[in-house]
């Protein structure tokens, strides 16, 4: 089974400062893909970025980064420069690699971030 | 860009009917998915479809819930004789078919209401 943990319900970051969300995962596949959404207060949800587990680079798109440390099993989002409209729910989400038949998201339980200005 | 949609956006139901939410993936995709997500709560995999049939579901997925590929535009999930605990967002979800594509690609969701 997968596990995905988010321990930070809730963080605050000041405008244009950097944030880190903090996600570690479990499971027992030895390949597999973690992902992060955002889901603004509008409901949809967005994909920002993924990493799989045998990728040799840490992920980055734009000003979204993932700090990946498979000894660890973490996959911390990081924000650079935060905007205000960053200012959402962000979720955490795994599945195994497709070779297994399994396509199904795991989601961690969020964090909640707040962009102050 | 091409996007999921999903309708209704808002559906209110009573309690013991059946709801049908509606889903149209993105064209080339092959897989198709539902999630729900109960108010302030992680999100939850419901079901995958791919080929004309669930090629995976949680436990979730029981009996009261059934999905439908109709024609070849729409993705459909029934929920029959709905209850309170049913309301939630449900969302569709749809990925490519090749192995290395591991991204699914979200509607905006069918918050579901049941009184």
């Known amino acids: 089974a997968q596990k995905i943990t988010q321990t930070q319900p809730g963080m605050f970051v000041q405008e244009k400062e950097a944030v880190t969300l903090d996600c570690t995962y479990d499971?027992?596949?030895?390949?597999?893909?973690l992902f992060w959404y955002k889901q603004p207060s509008s409901g949809e949800m967005i994909f920002l970025i993924y990493?799989?587990?045998?990728?040799?680079q840490n992920a980055t798109e734009g000003r979204y980064s993932l700090n990946f440390q498979k000894a660890r099993k973490s996959a911390n989002l990081v924000i650079s420069a935060s905007q205000l409209g960053d200012s959402a729910m962000y979720f955490c989400a795994m599945r195994s690699s497709p070779d297994t038949g399994r396509r199904a998201l795991t989601f961690g339980s969020g964090t909640r971030l707040q962009v102050q200005p | 860009e091409p996007e999921v949609t999903q309708t209704p956006s808002h559906q209110v139901t009573q309690m013991g009917q059946e709801v049908i939410l509606r889903c149209v993936p993105i064209s080339n995709h092959l897989y198709f998915y539902w999630y729900r997500q109960i108010l302030g709560q992680k999100v939850e995999f419901l079901v995958s479809?791919?080929?004309?049939?669930?090629?995976?579901k949680s436990e979730i997925f029981d009996d009261q819930f059934s999905v439908e590929r109709p024609d070849g535009s729409n993705f459909t999930l029934k929920i029959r004789s709905t209850k309170l605990e049913d309301s939630a967002m449900y969302f569709c979800?749809?990925?490519?078919?090749?192995?290395?594509?591991?991204?699914?690609?979200f509607g905006p969701g069918t918050r579901l209401t049941v009184t």
């Open positions: 499971t027992s596949d030895p390949s597999y893909g």
């Open positions: 479809f791919y080929n004309n049939e669930i090629s995976e």
């Open positions: 979800a749809s990925s490519e078919g090749s192995s290395s594509s591991y991204e699914q690609y």
């Open positions: 990493q799989g587990s045998y990728d040799q």
